[in-house]
């Protein structure tokens, strides 16, 4: 399951989560490719066309910022959320 | 699609789009253009590099480049005057597969003439041209220019290194003038063969005068029915061109209380008149001696008029940045500043005379007019 921020829920029809059919073991690159199957705005505001996560946005596993483990590489173990937030930035 | 409060126009208004750092506003008056009524924000906390209103083919589209901070760039466009917005999934203002690259920004959206009421051009960082065959709905990239041998020696300025300026044939012929800081004006004849064309545009950043390319090209506009002749505001030196980037000639340099400055305004009624706004230096990038001052000339560059009624002209250090700075095309033109100081002004009498149409705005990236059709 992915967890969703609020500002993403409107491109998921006000979801706040989104179950996905990935076989394990999944990689964070492998659960970012079904959300963005599943809903293409929130892939583009993910990760850019390039495949690149966005600066400002962070994917956590469980409890750990991806980019601290393996970044999309990151394997997610099974039952285990993933979480997408904005990052702590701005103007 | 997000419904929206739209803006109250019709037939003969004249919209004023202003684009923020934190969202696009609109404002709105009569043919007289003395009544101006602010709507907005839409795109709440995302940065307006990008916006026209095009009215070619018997339509009213807004198309908007915006940039979320978190989410990225995206382009959108909505045919009811802001009521409601489309954003094409997939987005596509992108990179193709494989090109390795993303948009950072969108700096520029580009209707041409009315000779090609369906193309519509955009520029984005980092430095590429895309166009779009169907009103904006679709773009593909241009592969001559992004694979330009110069490419690899162009250098970002502080902006990035971006593709914010495009000059379309108005005849609609093939032929197309775009500029990037920091890498100068290129043309192309067919399209997809582009040439730099900066002879005779001083570089006094580089260690030689007078490079290829390389030159911090600010903006470029020109008169639509002199499309050969060219004005340029270089990052230092305003430049005048008679044979669309063939040679460059500066101008002004006795006459303007500075060279240096970001937009530049060709009149749309007058051929040989154009509109600067001087900033002190590149070192301070605000109106000089605390003034808000636009300069037109009216003979080609040779003489400059100072306009200020209106504006103000004390203690008044403020900044207008390239996009900050456009002309409708009503007789006498109306032209609109906006300063990174969220302050709009206009004039709907060719700059002779300014009144204060909105203030404490966000920052201000561009200001984009049409009269509604």
């Not at chain 1, 970012?32 to 962070?58: F, K, M, Q, T, W």
């Not at chain 2, 008029?305 to 109306?334: C, H, I, K, S, W």
Request: aromatic share 8%; net charge negative.
């Amino acid at each position: 399951m992915v967890r969703l921020a609020a500002a993403l829920r409107q491109h998921a029809e006000g979801a706040s989560s989104v179950d996905l059919d990935v076989p394990p073991p999944a990689s964070v690159g492998a659960v970012l490719d079904a959300l963005a199957a599943a809903h293409p705005a929130i892939g583009r505001r993910v990760r850019d066309e390039s495949g690149a996560l966005r600066r400002h946005v962070n994917v956590f596993v469980g409890a750990d910022n991806a980019k601290d483990l393996d970044g999309t590489d990151t394997v997610v173990p099974e039952g285990v959320e993933v979480t997408v937030l904005p990052a702590i930035s701005g103007g | 699609m997000v419904e929206q409060a739209s803006i109250n126009a019709s037939a003969g208004d004249v919209v004023v789009l202003v684009g923020t750092t934190k969202g696009l506003f609109a404002l709105t008056a009569g043919p007289d253009r003395t009544d101006w009524t602010l709507a907005g924000p839409w795109f709440m906390g995302e940065e307006i590099y990008a916006a026209a209103l095009d009215c070619r083919g018997g339509r009213a589209r807004l198309l908007v480049g915006a940039t979320s901070s978190h989410w990225g760039p995206s382009v959108y466009r909505s045919d009811d005057l802001g009521g409601t917005w489309i954003e094409p999934e997939p987005q596509t203002l992108a990179f193709p597969e494989g090109v390795g690259a993303a948009v950072a920004h969108v700096w520029q959206l580009q209707p041409a003439g009315d000779a090609q009421p369906d193309v519509v051009y955009a520029g984005v960082e980092p430095a590429a041209l895309f166009r779009s065959d169907d009103g904006g709905q679709s773009f593909h990239l241009n592969e001559g220019l992004w694979g330009h041998e110069h490419r690899p020696q162009w250098q970002p300025g502080g902006g990035g290194l971006c593709l914010h300026t495009i000059v379309p044939d108005p005849a609609g012929g093939p032929r197309l003038g775009i500029a990037i800081s920091a890498a100068g004006f290129y043309r192309t004849d067919d399209g997809q063969n582009w040439e730099a064309a900066n002879v005779g545009i001083r570089a006094p950043f580089l260690p030689e005068p007078a490079p290829e390319f390389g030159q911090c090209v600010h903006k470029v506009d020109r008169h639509p029915a002199e499309p050969d002749t060219l004005f340029l505001q270089h990052h230092w030196g305003v430049y005048r061109s008679s044979d669309f980037g063939g040679k460059w000639e500066e101008v002004g340099a006795d006459a303007l209380p500075s060279t240096f400055g970001f937009p530049v305004v060709a009149d749309p009624n007058r051929a040989g008149t154009a509109y600067v706004l001087p900033l002190t230096s590149d070192m301070f990038r605000c109106t000089p001696d605390g003034r808000l001052r636009v300069y037109r000339t009216t003979d080609g560059g040779d003489t400059w008029d100072a306009l200020g009624q209106g504006l103000p002209q004390e203690n008044a250090y403020v900044t207008v940045l390239r996009d900050g700075f456009t002309a409708d095309r009503l007789d006498p033109a109306g032209l609109y500043v906006g300063t990174r100081t969220g302050d709009v002004y206009g004039s709907p009498d060719a700059g002779e005379s300014w009144t204060e149409l909105a203030r404490h705005l966000p920052p201000v990236l561009c200001v984009k007019t049409a009269v509604l059709r």
